[in-house]
């Protein structure tokens, strides 16, 4: 089974149309955010709600990428598949980068608040995604080591341009 995570601030909705086609695929929405602070201790709640083994793929978009990441170091799956994910710190949107510390500050919901008027299906998912974990990915991203791991277990379907990064 492929399970695949989607985007900060989005769900399973982002994976539409033809991705529906994929054989053995769930596309997971992000758990209840309970107060995690680490990316590592999001990929234990997703493994858990979602009863991932060692035995299956995982992947994602952008930050679904970087915590499929983090359960592959714990599991050691077989593969992971990127969709415009990091792999390494460096590769994240430097912008985010500096923002991030003041992730406790941003207005994120006043942000939804004004963006959800917008008939837009991302801004839809965006609007419904809660705030809380939006902040804590931000700081924890700070943090994230990267993969130092096998680069050939890691099936990358996009590499990341600037303006693309996590």
Known sequence: MLYLLPAMGTNHELYQGEWQQLPETSFINWPHYDGEKSLTEIADKVIQE?????????????????????????????KVVLIGSAITSTEI??????????????????????????????????????????????????????????????MRLASLSPSLQA
């Not at 406790?104 to 608040?113: C, E, G, L, N, R």
């Open 50 to 78: 979602n009863g991932i083994t060692a035995q299956d793929w995982v992947g994602g978009s952008s930050l679904g990428g970087i915590v499929a990441l983090e359960i592959f170091k714990k599991l050691g799956n077989p």
């Open 93 to 154: 949107n430097s912008v985010l980068m500096l923002l991030a510390p003041l992730a406790h500050v941003t207005p994120i919901k006043f942000a939804q608040a004004l963006t959800r008027k917008f008939n837009n299906h991302l801004i839809k998912m965006f609007c419904s995604s809660d705030a809380r974990f939006i902040h804590a990915t931000c700081l924890a991203l700070r943090s994230w080591p990267g993969y130092q791991g096998d680069p050939s277990r890691i």
